[in-house]
Structure formats: structure tokens, C-alpha cells
């Protein structure tokens, strides 16, 4: 019976914790580092269910066999983890203008043969900081050329070729409408 309440309180956890995995794939508040939050909610999650089901069997070659086959998907979350943070593209600041604490800022993807630009607003600071693209270039398009706050919930990005792109701008969850992605270098 002490059995089955641990697994029941370890698998609850882990239930709990999955959910909260689910949400940082939904990341609806667009944080900057919710690839991080995801990989160790699930990593926490593969270790509270191997732990509940070693404690629901009993000693022996049942329970070893559960740890090896938890340990064989612990192992493999964090290969997948450490190979898709290796693949992942930097980006470097090219220029920032910020109001209060939110930050619209032009990044360029880093290394990158030919360059991309884009702009993003972001907003707070710390492992909570909130990110979202306002504008996606195109390949050897040309870096904006000036970005600016309108209003509290409206921003703008010109670009070199004379397009100018507005966007509204939610203040709790950061979602932006219109994400402006351009299909050509050379027009709006």
C-alpha cells in the first residue's frame, strides 16, 4: 500500500510537471528561454515517472529493468537536447531602441554565409525576459533602417527600400500582429 501511495504521488508530479512542459511549448508569453524551460520540464518529468514506476515493482529484475529503460530515455532527452542547442543559430544585436523596459532590436543571424535581418521586441529581463519577431528579412535583404514605438502598442520597422511595416503590439503576452515576412529583397 506505502507503494502504490509513492507512485501515485510521483506520478501526479510528473503529470503536473508534464502540463507544465505542454505549456512551454505553447510558450503563449513568448519567452526568450522557453526552449530551456521545456527541456528541463521534461527531463524532471522522464525522472519523476521512472522513479514512480521503480517504486510500483518490486526489488529485482523487474525495478532494474525499469531503471535502465528510464535511464536509456533520460540519457536520450539530454542527447537531444545537447544536439539541437549545437544546431540552434545565435543571433548578434545590430542596433536597439528601447522604451521603458520594452526593446525593439535588429539581430542578424549569426554565422550566417549570407545575412538575414530581422527585428524583434523584447521586453522584461532575467530567465523570464519575453522575445517575439516583429519582422523577418529575407536573404541579402537590407537591414532596416529605422525602428521605432509608435505608441504603447504599436511599433514600426522601415526599411532601407523605403517599405515601412506597422505592427499591434499585446502588452501582457507580447504577441504581434502582423508578423511582417517580406517574400522579396527588392520591394514591400
Known sequence: MRRLRWFLVLAACALLVGGLAALAVADPFHLRHARWFTAGLVLLALLLLTGAFAVLVRRGVLRVFVLVVGGIAVLGWVAVVALAARVSVENRTVSEVAEGDRRLV????????????????????????????????????PVPAQVRFVDPTTVEVRTGGGCVYRSEVEAVTLAVDPVHRPLRADGC
Open 106 to 141: 535588429v539581430v542578424v543571424a549569426e554565422p550566417a554565409a549570407v545575412p538575414i535581418y530581422a527585428v524583434v521586441l523584447r521586453s522584461g529581463g532575467g530567465p523570464f525576459e519575453q522575445e517575439t519577431v516583429v519582422y523577418q528579412g529575407v536573404e541579402a535583404g
